[in-house]
C-alpha cells in the first residue's frame, strides 16, 4: 500500500515563452503508492492536466525530478519516455480514444502489441481483461456497437492489461452517466485492491470522492492540500462543487456528507452528468 | 497478422472514398508507366528485330551506319576480301532499301525491301504463314507479311503488283513481321532487292559474315578492319545495340517514352503522398493515442508503411489487370506494347518504393506528434 510507484519532486512546468509564457506548475510534490487509488481534483487551468502529462512521461519537467518505479525521467528522450509509459504506466481518457476499426479485443491488444508480445498470448490476455472488466461477452464488439461504459470499460482493460504499476486516468466518467460513471470507479478502485496499482484520476467530479482512498488538490500550479478519508473529504467535496460552479461544472454536483475513515465505494448516489466539466 | 497490419488494413478500407482516390492515383501511374515501358520494349525490340533474325556472326557495313535502316551500300568486292580471310565460312550480301509498290488498282504505297541470299540463308523471313522459303528464288517472288495486306492491296499467295514497274507475285506469306515505321516489309532475293530498289549490281548494304567452327571472332574481326577500307565490322549484339541507341535517344523516341514513364512515376507518388498524409491526419488522434500507449515511432511508421504496402499491392493488382488487357488490345498494332516477366517485378517494387516512398510526408508529420494531445481532444 506504502511502496511509492511515482513520484514527483519539486516539479515546475512552464509553458509558452517570451510574454505569452506562463508557469502552469509551480514545484509540485506527489507521490503515488501502489494499491492507492488518488483523486487529483482542480479548477480548470490549475495545472491538472499538466501534471498528469509529466506523471505519465508525455511532458519533461522545466524543475524538478519525476521518477516512475524507480526510474528518472531526467534527460529522457521521446522514446525513453515512451518506453517509461510502456512498462509503467497505463492511461485511461475521457474520450476513451479507442480505435474505431479495431474489436475490443484487439484495441485491448494494441496495449501489448507494441510491447512487442507474440499473438496469441496477447489475444488471450486481452480476452481475460475485457472479462475482468465485465465485458467478456463483447470481445468481437467494435467501439460503434459499444455504450460509453463499455467503451470506458475496454479503455481500462487495455490500461490494465499489459499489468503496469501505475494507472492515470483523465476525466474518465465526465463522458458517462451516473451509472455507468459509478460502474467504472467500481472497477477502478477494484483493481486499485486487487491488482496493486498506483491510479491517479483527475477529476471535478466530487461524486468520485467516496471511491478515493486520497485527494490531491491543486489550484494555479501548486498543491493546495491533500486528504485521505475521513472528515475532509466532505470539506474536500464543497471545495470541489465550489471549483466546478467556478469553472462553469457546478450543476452536476449535489453533495453528501460522508463519514468514516476509508470511504465506501457505491455508496454515493451519483446523478446523472448532465453537463461536461470543461478540462484545463 | 501482426495487428500493426490488421491495423493498417482497417484503416485503410475504413475511409472507402479514400481508398478509391488512392488506388485511382496508383492505377493511373502504374498504368501509364506500364504503357510507357511496354511501349518502349517494343519499340526496342522492333527496330532491332531484323538484325535479331539474321543468322549472322559479324556484320560488315559502311563506316558510320547508324541503324538496320540505313541505307548506305558497300561495294560486293569486300564480299570476296572477306571470304578470304581464315575462319571466315559465309559472306552474305543483305540488300535494303525503300521502293514504291504498286497495287493491280494503280494505287501506291511505299514498302521496304529486304534482299537476301535466300540459298544462304543470310536474312530470311520468318513466321512463315503460307508458302515457303524456296519459293522465294522463283523469279518475280515475294514475302509479304498478312498484317499489310490491306496496305498493299493483296489478298494472300498468288497475288501480284509492281514494284518499279516490275512485276512481282506473293510466294510467301509471314505473320507478326511488322515495321516500327509502319512501312511494310517485302523480302526477296538478293539479286531482285538491287534490281527493285536501283541499287547497283556490285553494291551491297550489308555483307553478313559467318564463321567456321573453330575461328576465332576477334582474330577475323581484326583481319576484316584490315583487309576491307571504309567499313565498321559489329557482333550481331553490337548492331543491335547501334541501331538501338539511335532509335531510342537519336531519334529522342525513347526518352519521350521513358519522359511519359517518369511523369506516371511523379503523379502516382504525388497522389499516394497526398491520400497517406490526409489519411494520417486523419488517424492523427490515434495515433497519439498509439504513442501514449507508449508504441515506439518505428511501430507507428510500421503502421504507416504497411497501408503504403497494401495499397501498392491492390493498386498494383488492379493495374497488372488493366495492363494486360492493354497488351491483348495492341498485340497486333504497328507497335505493341511489351510487357516482360522483368518489367513486371519492376513495375511492382517501383509501385511498392512509390508508395512507401509517398509515405514519408505522413511519418514526418507522425514523427512530430505529441502524446499528450490525447488530453486536449
Known amino acids: 500500500m506504502t511502496e511509492p510507484m511515482l513520484e514527483a519532486v519539486n516539479v515546475a512546468k512552464d509553458l509558452g515563452s517570451g510574454a505569452a509564457k506562463v508557469a502552469a506548475l509551480k514545484g509540485v510534490s506527489l507521490t503515488l503508492n501502489g494499491g492507492e487509488l488518488t483523486l487529483l481534483m482542480g479548477p480548470s487551468g490549475s495545472g491538472k492536466t ?16 519525476v521518477r516512475v518505479c524507480g526510474h528518472s525521467t531526467a534527460g529522457a528522450g521521446p522514446e525513453d519516455l515512451a518506453l517509461l509509459r510502456r512498462e509503467h504506466v497505463g492511461f485511461v481518457f475521457q474520450s476513451f480514444h479507442l480505435f ?39 470481445t468481437k464488439a467494435f467501439p460503434r456497437e459499444l455504450s460509453g461504459g463499455e467503451q470506458q470499460r475496454v479503455a481500462i482493460a487495455r490500461a490494465i492489461v499489459g499489468n503496469t504499476s501505475i494507472i492515470l486516468a483523465d476525466e474518465p466518467t465526465a463522458a458517462l452517466d451516473g451509472e455507468n460513471g459509478r460502474a467504472i470507479m467500481q472497477i477502478l478502485s477494484e483493481i486499485t485492491r486487487e491488482r ?85 | 497478422m501482426p495487428l500493426a497490419f490488421t491495423l493498417a488494413f ?58 538496320f535502316e540505313d541505307p548506305s551500300l558497300l561495294n560486293t568486292r569486300d564480299r570476296y576480301r572477306a571470304l578470304s580471310i581464315n575462319g571466315v565460312a559465309e559472306a552474305i550480301p543483305v540488300v535494303i532499301g525503300f521502293a514504291d509498290w504498286r497495287m ?65 507475285r506473293v510466294a510467301a ?106 489519411s494520417t491526419k486523419e488517424h492523427l488522434n490515434e495515433f497519439a493515442t498509439l504513442r501514449a500507449m507508449g508504441s515506439s515511432r518505428r511501430y507507428i511508421y510500421n503502421v504507416i508503411v504497411w497501408q503504403a504496402l497494401l495499397s501498392a499491392v491492390i493498386g498494383f493488382s488492379i493495374a497488372a489487370l488493366i495492363g494486360q488487357v492493354v497488351v491483348q488490345l495492341t498485340a497486333a498494332t504497328a507497335l505493341p506494347i511489351v510487357i516482360t516477366p522483368e518489367l513486371i517485378v519492376g513495375l511492382f517494387l517501383l509501385t511498392v518504393v512509390m508508395c512507401v516512398g509517398s509515405s514519408v510526408a505522413a511519418i514526418v508529420q507522425v514523427t512530430r506528434i505529441d502524446p499528450a494531445m490525447v488530453f486536449t481532444r
Not at chain 1, 122 to 129: F, L
Not at chain 1, 239 to 260: D, E, L, P
Not at chain 2, 16 to 44: C, D, H, K, N, P
Open chain 2, 173 to 278: 506469306v509471314t505473320s507478326g513481321i511488322r515495321s516500327f515505321t509502319t512501312t511494310p516489309f517485302v523480302y526477296m532475293d538478293v539479286d531482285r532487292a538491287r534490281a527493285h530498289t536501283g541499287v547497283p549490281a556490285d553494291k551491297a548494304t550489308y555483307v553478313l559474315v559467318r564463321l567456321g567452327p573453330d575461328a576465332d571472332m576477334v582474330a577475323v574481326r581484326r583481319q576484316l578492319l584490315s583487309n576491307i577500307s571504309d567499313v565498321e565490322v559489329l557482333t550481331t549484339a553490337e548492331f543491335r545495340e547501334r541501331s538501338r541507341k539511335f532509335w531510342l535517344f537519336g531519334t529522342g523516341a525513347g526518352a519521350a517514352l521513358l519522359a511519359g514513364a517518369l511523369l506516371g512515376v511523379i503523379v502516382g507518388t504525388v497522389i499516394v503522398a497526398q491520400t497517406l498524409y490526409s
Open chain 2, 10 to 67: 482497417r484503416n485503410l478500407i475504413h475511409d472507402r472514398l479514400r481508398l478509391i482516390a488512392t488506388v485511382i492515383g496508383i492505377v493511373f501511374s502504374i498504368v501509364l508507366v506500364t504503357v510507357q515501358m511496354g511501349l518502349y520494349l517494343g519499340f526496342e525490340r522492333m527496330v532491332t528485330t531484323m538484325i535479331d533474325h539474321a543468322s549472322a556472326d559479324l556484320w560488315v557495313m559502311p563506316r558510320g551506319t547508324k541503324c
Open chain 1, 100 to 138: 474505431p476499426t479495431l474489436s475490443a479485443t484487439d484495441n485491448v491488444r494494441l496495449a501489448l502489441d507494441v510491447r512487442g508480445e507474440p499473438s496469441r498470448a496477447a489475444r488471450v490476455r486481452s480476452r481475460e481483461a475485457l472479462a475482468k472488466v465485465g465485458l467478456a461477452h463483447k
Open chain 2, 104 to 168: 493491280p488498282s494503280g494505287e501506291m504505297t511505299p514498302v521496304f525491301v529486304i534482299g537476301s541470299d535466300l540459298r544462304a540463308g543470310g536474312l530470311q523471313p520468318w513466321n512463315l504463314a503460307e508458302g515457303r522459303i524456296e519459293a522465294l528464288s522463283n523469279p518475280k517472288a515475294v514475302a509479304v507479311d498478312r498484317t499489310y495486306f490491306d496496305r498493299l492491296g493483296v489478298s494472300g499467295l498468288g497475288a501480284t503488283a509492281e514494284i518499279r514497274q516490275q512485276p512481282v
Open chain 1, 196 to 280: 496493486g496499482h498506483a491510479v491517479l484520476i483527475v477529476t471535478h467530479d466530487p461524486r468520485l470522492l467516496p471511491f478515493a482512498d486520497r485527494v490531491v488538490h491543486i489550484e494555479d500550479g501548486s498543491i493546495m492540500g491533500e486528504e485521505r478519508g475521513g472528515a475532509k473529504m466532505q470539506m474536500n467535496s464543497r471545495q470541489s462543487s465550489r471549483s466546478n460552479r467556478q469553472s462553469g461544472a457546478g450543476r452536476t454536483t449535489r453533495r453528501r456528507k460522508i463519514a468514516g475513515k476509508r470511504l465506501r465505494p457505491g455508496v454515493s448516489s451519483l446523478a446523472p452528468v448532465r453537463s461536461r466539466s470543461r478540462r484545463q
Open chain 1, 50 to 65: 499538466t501534471l498528469l502529462s509529466i506523471l505519465g512521461c508525455m511532458l519533461t519537467p522545466t524543475d524538478g525530478t
